[in-house]
C-alpha cells in the first residue's frame, strides 16, 4: 500500500516544487479548501501536492492535487487503487482510460506486517523505500476532477501492485514506481497504460526508520 510518502527540496524535485508554488489553482485551492500546498516533508491522505499530469495540449506540466478520491458513503479518502483492477472499477474506469498522472516523492514509507505467534497480522517497524539507483520514486497514478462548495479542484490516488522480491516481507502491496524515461508514456490521454505498466520498477533499497 502507500498511505505516507516523502518530499525532499533535490536538484531532481526542485523544478517540480517551484512550478507548483507558482501555480493560481494552487493558490485558489490553499484559498478555497484551507490547507497549504506541501512541498517538503512528509505526505499524507488529503494534502495538497504536485503532480504532474498532461495539460490540454497534452503537455507535461505540474498540477497541484489533493491525495485521495472522496467517495459518496466512505468515510475516508481512497488513496490507493489496484492496478490490476482499476481499468473494470466505476470509481477508476474513466480515470484510468484517459486521466493518468504521476506523483514525485524521495520515498515512500511503508511499516511491516506480518502474522504474530497468536496467528493476528500486526504492524512493526517502519521503513522508508525507494527504487534501487534512484533519489526519485515516480509514483503512477490516476485524477480526476472533484468539487467542493462550487469549487472544482483535481485529485489523485496512487497505483499499487505486488511488491518486489526484496520488500515482500515488508507489506504484499507496494506503489507502481514508473522509471523517469516512462513518465511521459503514462500520462498521455492516448497511451497504453498496461504497456507502461510492464516497465514499473520492483527492485527497491529500503531502511528502518
Same mark, same amino acid.
Given at each position: ?48 501536492? @504536485?503532480? !504532474? ?20 458513503? !466512505? ?20 480515470? #484510468? ?6 506523483? @514525485? ?5 511503508? #511499516? ?15 521503513? $522508508? ?29 496512487? !497505483?499499487? =501492485? ?5 520488500? =515482500? ?19 498521455? @490521454? ?13 527492485? $527497491? ?5
Amino acid at each position: 500500500m502507500c498511505y505516507r510518502f516523502y518530499m525532499e527540496l533535490s536538484p531532481e524535485l526542485k523544478p517540480i516544487v517551484e512550478a507548483a508554488n507558482r501555480s493560481s489553482l494552487g493558490k485558489r485551492m490553499v484559498s478555497k479548501l484551507g490547507r497549504p500546498l506541501t512541498t517538503n516533508g512528509e505526505v499524507r491522505p488529503t494534502n495538497i501536492v @504536485p503532480v !504532474l499530469a498532461p495539460d490540454k495540449s497534452g503537455a507535461r506540466v505540474v498540477f497541484p492535487m489533493v491525495w485521495g478520491f472522496q467517495v459518496k458513503g !466512505l468515510s475516508s479518502p481512497l488513496v490507493n487503487a489496484r492496478s490490476e483492477t482499476a481499468s473494470q472499477k466505476p470509481t477508476f474506469r474513466e480515470a #484510468w482510460a484517459s486521466h493518468r498522472c504521476v506523483i @514525485p516523492a524521495s520515498y515512500y514509507f511503508e #511499516w511491516e506486517h506480518f502474522v504474530s505467534p497468536d496467528g493476528k497480522v500486526k504492524t512493526g517497524d517502519k521503513f $522508508m523505500i525507494q527504487p534501487s539507483g534512484s533519489k526519485v520514486c515516480w509514483l503512477a497514478g490516476l485524477y480526476r476532477i472533484e468539487d467542493y462548495l462550487g469549487f472544482s479542484y483535481p485529485v489523485f490516488t496512487v !497505483l499499487t =501492485r505486488d511488491p518486489g522480491e526484496s520488500i =515482500r516481507f515488508i507489506h504484499d502491496r507496494m506503489p507502481v514506481i514508473l522509471p523517469e524515461n516512462k513518465i511521459t508514456d503514462w500520462i498521455r @490521454p492516448d497511451g497504453h497504460p498496461e504497456q507502461v505498466l510492464s516497465t514499473a520498477l520492483t527492485d $527497491m533499497v529500503f531502511s528502518r526508520c
